[in-house]
Protein backbone atom coordinates (compact mmCIF):
# COMPACT_ATOMS: atom_id res chain seq x y z
CA UNK A 1 0.00 0.00 0.00
CA UNK A 2 1.19 3.44 -0.17
CA UNK A 3 2.23 4.77 2.81
CA UNK A 4 3.08 8.51 2.07
CA UNK A 5 1.57 11.23 4.34
CA UNK A 6 1.23 15.01 3.84
CA UNK A 7 3.22 16.95 6.40
CA UNK A 8 0.33 17.89 7.84
CA UNK A 9 -0.91 14.71 8.40
CA UNK A 10 2.32 13.69 9.82
CA UNK A 11 2.29 16.26 12.50
CA UNK A 12 -1.06 15.64 13.13
CA UNK A 13 0.12 11.65 13.73
CA UNK A 14 2.62 13.02 15.67
CA UNK A 15 0.50 14.15 17.98
CA UNK A 16 -1.09 10.76 18.61
CA UNK A 17 1.36 9.36 20.57
CA UNK A 18 4.55 10.48 22.54
CA UNK A 19 6.47 7.87 20.51
CA UNK A 20 5.41 9.51 17.00
CA UNK A 21 3.11 7.66 14.32
CA UNK A 22 3.02 4.08 14.96
CA UNK A 23 5.52 2.63 12.21
CA UNK A 24 3.99 -0.12 9.55
CA UNK A 25 5.61 -3.16 7.30
CA UNK A 26 8.25 -1.66 4.78
CA UNK A 27 6.09 -0.83 1.56
CA UNK A 28 7.21 0.82 -1.72
CA UNK A 29 6.96 4.47 -1.23
CA UNK A 30 5.28 6.82 -3.19
CA UNK A 31 6.11 10.47 -4.60
CA UNK A 32 6.07 12.76 -1.34
CA UNK A 33 7.06 12.73 1.81
CA UNK A 34 7.47 9.12 3.05
CA UNK A 35 6.62 7.77 6.16
CA UNK A 36 8.73 6.31 8.30
CA UNK A 37 8.73 2.07 8.37
CA UNK A 38 10.12 -0.03 10.50
CA UNK A 39 11.60 -3.99 9.86
CA UNK A 40 8.86 -5.70 10.89
CA UNK A 41 8.07 -9.52 9.59
CA UNK A 42 7.43 -7.87 6.04
CA UNK A 43 9.84 -8.05 3.29
CA UNK A 44 8.64 -9.12 1.18
CA UNK A 45 -2.72 -9.79 -19.61
CA UNK A 46 -3.53 -8.56 -22.25
CA UNK A 47 -6.02 -11.10 -24.23
CA UNK A 48 -7.26 -13.51 -21.85
CA UNK A 49 -6.09 -12.47 -18.27
CA UNK A 50 -7.98 -9.09 -19.07
CA UNK A 51 -11.22 -10.48 -19.21
CA UNK A 52 -13.90 -8.09 -20.78
CA UNK A 53 -12.77 -5.10 -22.15
CA UNK A 54 -16.38 -3.39 -21.77
CA UNK A 55 -15.57 -0.65 -18.95
CA UNK A 56 -18.78 0.12 -18.80
CA UNK A 57 -19.81 -3.63 -17.73
CA UNK A 58 -20.72 -3.68 -14.23
CA UNK A 59 -21.73 -7.45 -12.90
CA UNK A 60 -23.73 -6.97 -9.47
CA UNK A 61 -22.06 -10.15 -7.63
CA UNK A 62 -22.11 -11.40 -4.31
CA UNK A 63 -19.91 -13.31 -2.13
CA UNK A 64 -20.40 -16.30 -4.27
CA UNK A 65 -18.90 -15.26 -7.64
CA UNK A 66 -15.35 -16.20 -5.72
CA UNK A 67 -15.21 -19.27 -4.40
CA UNK A 68 -12.33 -19.57 -1.64
CA UNK A 69 -13.31 -16.19 0.51
CA UNK A 70 -15.43 -16.71 3.74
CA UNK A 71 -19.03 -15.21 2.76
CA UNK A 72 -19.94 -11.93 4.17
CA UNK A 73 -21.23 -12.10 7.55
CA UNK A 74 -22.31 -8.72 10.15
CA UNK A 75 -19.72 -6.61 10.76
CA UNK A 76 -18.08 -7.48 14.24
CA UNK A 77 -18.69 -5.10 17.42
CA UNK A 78 -16.19 -1.62 16.90
CA UNK A 79 -15.03 -1.92 20.48
CA UNK A 80 -11.79 -3.31 20.32
CA UNK A 81 -11.12 -6.07 22.94
CA UNK A 82 -8.41 -5.83 25.96
CA UNK A 83 -5.63 -8.47 24.80
CA UNK A 84 -4.93 -11.26 26.76
CA UNK A 85 -2.47 -10.85 29.34
CA UNK A 86 0.63 -12.20 26.83
CA UNK A 87 3.15 -9.58 28.22
CA UNK A 88 3.70 -8.55 24.89
CA UNK A 89 4.24 -4.79 22.85
CA UNK A 90 2.28 -3.52 20.68
CA UNK A 91 4.60 -3.92 18.48
CA UNK A 92 5.13 -7.53 19.05
CA UNK A 93 1.53 -9.00 18.90
CA UNK A 94 1.75 -6.21 15.42
CA UNK A 95 4.31 -8.15 14.21
CA UNK A 96 2.71 -11.16 14.28
CA UNK A 97 -0.40 -10.44 13.59
CA UNK A 98 1.63 -10.19 10.25
CA UNK A 99 2.98 -13.48 10.46
CA UNK A 100 -0.49 -14.80 10.99
CA UNK A 101 -2.00 -12.77 7.56
CA UNK A 102 0.68 -14.53 5.59
CA UNK A 103 0.02 -17.87 7.03
CA UNK A 104 -3.41 -17.53 5.95
CA UNK A 105 -4.28 -17.50 9.49
CA UNK A 106 -6.37 -14.52 8.94
CA UNK A 107 -9.08 -14.16 12.37
CA UNK A 108 -5.65 -15.12 14.36
CA UNK A 109 -4.25 -11.80 12.80
CA UNK A 110 -6.88 -10.06 13.23
CA UNK A 111 -6.87 -10.85 16.85
CA UNK A 112 -3.43 -9.50 17.18
CA UNK A 113 -3.72 -6.51 15.29
CA UNK A 114 -6.51 -5.75 17.46
CA UNK A 115 -4.81 -5.98 20.65
CA UNK A 116 -1.89 -4.25 19.69
CA UNK A 117 -4.24 -1.02 18.49
CA UNK A 118 -5.90 -1.51 22.39
CA UNK A 119 -2.10 -1.19 23.85
CA UNK A 120 -1.20 2.00 20.54
CA UNK A 121 -4.60 3.80 19.61
CA UNK A 122 -2.80 6.22 17.23
CA UNK A 123 -2.06 2.71 15.24
CA UNK A 124 -6.05 2.17 14.02
CA UNK A 125 -6.05 4.63 11.72
CA UNK A 126 -2.96 3.48 9.99
CA UNK A 127 -3.84 0.03 10.06
CA UNK A 128 -4.56 -1.14 6.35
CA UNK A 129 -3.16 -4.48 7.15
CA UNK A 130 -6.11 -5.02 9.74
CA UNK A 131 -8.54 -4.14 6.54
CA UNK A 132 -6.59 -6.65 4.34
CA UNK A 133 -7.02 -9.66 6.93
CA UNK A 134 -10.94 -8.82 7.23
CA UNK A 135 -11.03 -9.22 4.03
CA UNK A 136 -9.60 -12.60 3.95
CA UNK A 137 -12.01 -13.09 7.03
CA UNK A 138 -14.67 -12.83 5.16
CA UNK A 139 -15.57 -9.57 7.61
CA UNK A 140 -16.35 -7.53 4.77
CA UNK A 141 -18.23 -4.67 6.40
CA UNK A 142 -15.18 -4.01 8.81
CA UNK A 143 -13.07 -4.10 6.19
CA UNK A 144 -14.60 -1.25 4.38
CA UNK A 145 -15.05 0.64 7.86
CA UNK A 146 -11.08 -0.08 8.15
CA UNK A 147 -10.28 1.36 4.89
CA UNK A 148 -12.97 4.55 5.23
CA UNK A 149 -10.63 4.87 8.23
CA UNK A 150 -7.32 4.59 6.52
CA UNK A 151 -8.10 7.31 4.16
CA UNK A 152 -7.84 10.09 6.74
CA UNK A 153 -4.32 9.49 7.36
CA UNK A 154 -3.52 8.62 3.76
CA UNK A 155 -5.49 10.12 1.69
CA UNK A 156 -3.58 9.66 -1.82
CA UNK A 157 -3.45 5.48 -1.56
CA UNK A 158 -5.60 4.03 -4.76
CA UNK A 159 -4.85 1.01 -3.05
CA UNK A 160 -7.04 1.67 -0.42
CA UNK A 161 -9.80 2.76 -2.70
CA UNK A 162 -9.49 -0.74 -4.34
CA UNK A 163 -9.84 -2.75 -1.13
CA UNK A 164 -12.51 -0.59 -0.14
CA UNK A 165 -14.45 -1.11 -3.08
CA UNK A 166 -13.87 -5.19 -2.83
CA UNK A 167 -15.24 -5.12 0.67
CA UNK A 168 -18.47 -3.30 -0.44
CA UNK A 169 -18.54 -5.36 -3.59
CA UNK A 170 -19.19 -8.47 -1.60
CA UNK A 171 -21.70 -7.51 0.12
CA UNK A 172 -23.93 -5.04 -1.99
CA UNK A 173 -22.50 -5.77 -5.53
CA UNK A 174 -20.03 -3.80 -7.87
CA UNK A 175 -22.47 -1.12 -8.93
CA UNK A 176 -22.81 -0.02 -5.39
CA UNK A 177 -18.69 -0.11 -5.01
CA UNK A 178 -18.33 1.75 -7.77
CA UNK A 179 -21.23 4.48 -6.35
CA UNK A 180 -19.14 4.56 -2.87
CA UNK A 181 -15.64 4.38 -4.61
CA UNK A 182 -13.07 6.44 -1.88
CA UNK A 183 -11.71 9.85 -3.72
CA UNK A 184 -8.24 9.69 -4.13
CA UNK A 185 -5.51 12.55 -4.48
CA UNK A 186 -3.26 11.26 -7.29
CA UNK A 187 -1.15 8.40 -6.68
CA UNK A 188 2.63 8.94 -8.35
CA UNK A 189 2.86 4.85 -8.68
CA UNK A 190 2.65 3.22 -12.30
CA UNK A 191 -0.26 2.14 -13.18
CA UNK A 192 -2.46 3.11 -9.99
CA UNK A 193 -4.26 5.73 -11.53
CA UNK A 194 -5.12 3.24 -13.97
CA UNK A 195 -5.95 0.79 -11.92
CA UNK A 196 -8.22 3.29 -9.90
CA UNK A 197 -10.53 4.34 -13.12
CA UNK A 198 -10.69 0.43 -14.19
CA UNK A 199 -12.67 0.10 -10.76
CA UNK A 200 -14.54 2.85 -11.31
CA UNK A 201 -15.47 1.26 -14.53
CA UNK A 202 -14.07 4.08 -16.87
CA UNK A 203 -11.09 1.53 -17.86
CA UNK A 204 -10.44 -2.02 -18.22
CA UNK A 205 -7.59 -4.71 -17.57
CA UNK A 206 -6.51 -4.44 -20.49
CA UNK A 207 -5.70 -0.83 -20.04
CA UNK A 208 -3.77 -0.98 -16.89
CA UNK A 209 -1.46 -3.88 -18.17
CA UNK A 210 -0.47 -1.28 -20.85
CA UNK A 211 -0.12 1.21 -19.13
CA UNK A 212 2.10 -0.85 -16.83
CA UNK A 213 4.24 -2.03 -20.01
CA UNK A 214 4.78 1.64 -21.05
CA UNK A 215 6.67 1.81 -17.83
CA UNK A 216 9.05 -0.59 -19.31
CA UNK A 217 13.28 0.85 -18.89
CA UNK A 218 12.02 2.71 -15.67
CA UNK A 219 12.96 2.83 -12.27
CA UNK A 220 9.08 1.31 -11.64
CA UNK A 221 8.82 -1.27 -14.68
CA UNK A 222 8.61 -4.42 -12.22
CA UNK A 223 6.53 -3.08 -9.79
CA UNK A 224 4.11 -1.47 -12.36
CA UNK A 225 3.80 -4.83 -13.81
CA UNK A 226 3.28 -6.27 -10.11
CA UNK A 227 0.60 -3.84 -9.12
CA UNK A 228 -1.36 -4.11 -12.45
CA UNK A 229 -1.81 -8.28 -12.31
CA UNK A 230 -2.27 -7.92 -8.76
CA UNK A 231 -5.26 -5.50 -9.28
CA UNK A 232 -6.49 -6.93 -12.54
CA UNK A 233 -6.72 -10.25 -10.71
CA UNK A 234 -8.48 -9.21 -7.84
CA UNK A 235 -11.07 -7.00 -9.76
CA UNK A 236 -11.76 -9.87 -12.38
CA UNK A 237 -12.57 -12.03 -9.90
CA UNK A 238 -15.45 -9.49 -7.63
CA UNK A 239 -16.35 -9.75 -10.88
CA UNK A 240 -16.98 -12.96 -11.42
CA UNK A 241 -14.08 -14.28 -14.06
CA UNK A 242 -12.35 -17.35 -11.80
CA UNK A 243 -10.15 -18.27 -14.51
CA UNK A 244 -8.77 -14.30 -16.10
CA UNK A 245 -8.25 -13.91 -12.11
CA UNK A 246 -6.43 -16.61 -11.38
CA UNK A 247 -3.95 -16.76 -14.37
CA UNK A 248 -3.45 -13.10 -12.97
CA UNK A 249 -2.92 -13.49 -9.63
CA UNK A 250 -0.57 -16.57 -10.27
CA UNK A 251 1.76 -13.76 -12.78
CA UNK A 252 1.74 -11.14 -9.79
CA UNK A 253 2.53 -14.06 -6.98
CA UNK A 254 5.41 -15.66 -9.31
CA UNK A 255 6.51 -13.85 -11.71
CA UNK A 256 6.43 -10.24 -11.41
CA UNK A 257 6.65 -10.46 -7.83
CA UNK A 258 7.23 -7.66 -5.18
CA UNK A 259 9.84 -7.60 -2.30
CA UNK A 260 7.00 -5.47 -0.28
CA UNK A 261 3.76 -6.47 2.24
CA UNK A 262 2.10 -6.34 -1.02
CA UNK A 263 3.76 -8.83 -2.49
CA UNK A 264 2.78 -11.36 0.48
CA UNK A 265 -0.64 -10.44 0.27
CA UNK A 266 -0.23 -11.80 -3.80
CA UNK A 267 1.32 -14.97 -2.76
CA UNK A 268 -1.68 -15.73 0.17
CA UNK A 269 -4.13 -14.96 -2.73
CA UNK A 270 -2.14 -17.28 -4.88
CA UNK A 271 -2.36 -20.20 -2.42
CA UNK A 272 -5.86 -19.47 -1.61
CA UNK A 273 -7.15 -20.00 -5.28
CA UNK A 274 -4.99 -22.59 -5.93
CA UNK A 275 -6.97 -25.09 -2.83
Excluded at 30 to 45: H, R
Excluded at 89 to 97: A, C, I, T, V
Excluded at 101 to 111: D, N, Q, T, V
Aim: aromatic share 6%; with cysteine.
Amino acid sequence: MNSTLTLGLLGAALLISACGAPTTPQEEPSGGAADPTADSAAGSLAGSLAGSSDAGTAVAVGPEASPGLEPAGEAKPKDIEEPAAEGLSWSELDRRGDEHLKAGRFEEAIADFDAAIALELGLEAHHWRRGIAHYYAGRYADGAAQFELHRTVNGNDVENAAWHFLCVARVDGVEAARARLLPVAPDSRVPMMEVLEMFAGRSTPIHVLEAAKAADGSAQSESALFYAYLYVGLYNEVLGRPEEAKAAIEVAATEHTSPYYMGDVARVHAARLAE
